[in-house]
DNA sequence: TCTGGGGTCCTAGGACCC
DNA sequence: TCTGGGGTCCTAGGACCC
């Protein structure tokens, strides 16, 4: 059995935690230059406020229910997280962090009769550790986990927060209460192709055939899904010492960025954050790709970011910031149209191997660049 | 009218996730 | 005036090989 332990509104939950004068009341934390909502608890969600929605959207109704507004701090909260998740692998000795608020926990070996009692407890024992509240489902496999954890979030009264999908009746009971596009997996494209097919519900989908979801869903994809929520198994826990194979730092710009020196210095700045990460890891990357985003229209409901990118190939792995950015700049100025209006810029590192085996390349050759537009 | 039959590796792009 | 910032996996199709 596996377990899903997620945290409730993480962002916001973090911010409440150094104010306690804050609990129950609705606290919202806003992306990178305040641009739009991404935590929300539950009485900012009860205020209507909407996830994703741009701030000045939502302004009013903000101000008018004295919301609390906290710009983003991720540097607390990957403090915060990575307390939440050792207070996990103090439960099981295979915990894979599957993203800054989530953790995949392997039951293996607990008491099936009392995997229920042994998420209560879990769960208390994490909020009384961390002070961050969450919600655990738990089912044989990864995706009926998520559709029990997104119950137990759902009604968290009715619940206690905690929801177990063992025995066949409670997964239908469970998967019939699911809207298909709410199932982990299925996105928006699947979602309306799955509703002309007059599946409506995660009970439907988990009744259609193999076949079906080969020719339908992706192949492979599709495939797995349908079996994973029929309980059985193919997307296993992740080995926690896998390194990630591309590291991006991309962000908005305040205000439009006109020249190219400012975008020099932006994508240098990307850089090194990116370097940073990568030898955290102990990695170095072979490809560096730029990416700028334009807007090139004056009035702001033509909102059509278009974006141009380039990537290099290096002659060897590395991380060293110097050499990156070196590699890089050429990109930036091969990209930049002046009189251009731009909204963004990224760089992305991948071909990402470990530091032992960077081979290296006696006879330097030539690094290829190639351009794309979307 | 026809134009081999496999393989492997790489990349771009789509779909999805939080 | 104005809309995060990261990631993963899969597939199709092209290049190249014998």
């Known amino acids: 059995m596996k377990a899903i332990v997620d945290c409730n509104s993480f962002y916001a939950a973090c911010e409440r935690l150094f104010k306690p004068s804050l609990h129950g009341k609705p606290v919202v934390v806003l992306s990178n230059n305040d641009g739009c909502i991404v935590s929300r608890t539950d009485e900012a969600k009860a205020l209507g406020i909407q996830m994703a929605g741009p701030y000045y959207q939502n302004k009013e109704e903000i101000e008018k229910n004295k919301v609390a ?35 995949f926990l392997d039951l293996t070996g607990i008491d099936e009769t009392m995997l229920y009692e042994y998420a209560v407890f879990l769960k208390h024992t994490t909020e009384l550790w961390t002070g961050i509240p969450v919600s655990i489902g738990v089912a044989p496999t990864k995706v009926l986990s998520k559709v029990a954890n997104r119950l137990a979030k759902k009604d968290k009264l009715g619940t206690k927060g905690v929801i177990v999908l063992q025995t066949p009746r409670q997964q239908m009971e469970g998967l019939q209460k699911t809207p298909v596009e709410d199932v982990w997996g299925v996105g928006g494209a699947s979602s309306k192709k799955l509703r002309l097919f007059n599946i409506n ?28 929520l029929r309980g059985e198994p193919c997307i296993e826990m992740k080995d926690p010492l896998e390194i990630k194979k591309m590291i991006a730092t991309t962000r908005m710009f305040g205000k439009p ?28 990357a072979k490809t560096i790709s730029v990416f700028l985003v334009t807007n090139n229209y004056s009035n702001s409901y033509e909102y059509k970011p278009a974006g141009f990118s380039l990537y290099t190939t290096l002659p060897f792995a590395t991380s060293l910031t110097n050499l990156l950015i070196e590699h890089a700049m050429p990109l930036v100025e091969q990209l930049y149209r002046k009189g251009s209006k731009y909204l963004k810029a990224g760089v992305i590192l991948s071909s990402i191997v470990p530091d032992d085996k960077v081979q290296f390349n006696l006879f330097e050759k030539p690094s290829s660049e190639h351009e794309k537009k979307n």
């Open 69 to 103: 507004v906290f710009s983003s701090n991720y540097h607390l909260y990957g403090d915060i997280s990575w307390r939440v998740m050792e207070t996990l692998r103090s439960f099981s000795p295979h915990v894979e962090v599957y993203s800054v608020d989530e953790s």
């Open 201 to 228: 519900t995660a009970w439907d989908l988990r009744n259609m055939s193999e076949d079906w979801a080969r020719k339908n869903l992706g192949g492979v994809v599709g495939v797995r899904l349908i079996k994973e």
């Open 257 to 284: 960025v006109y020249e190219l020196r400012e975008l020099r210095e932006a994508v240098a700045t990307y850089i090194t954050r990116a370097a940073e990460k990568l030898r955290r890891q102990n990695c170095a």
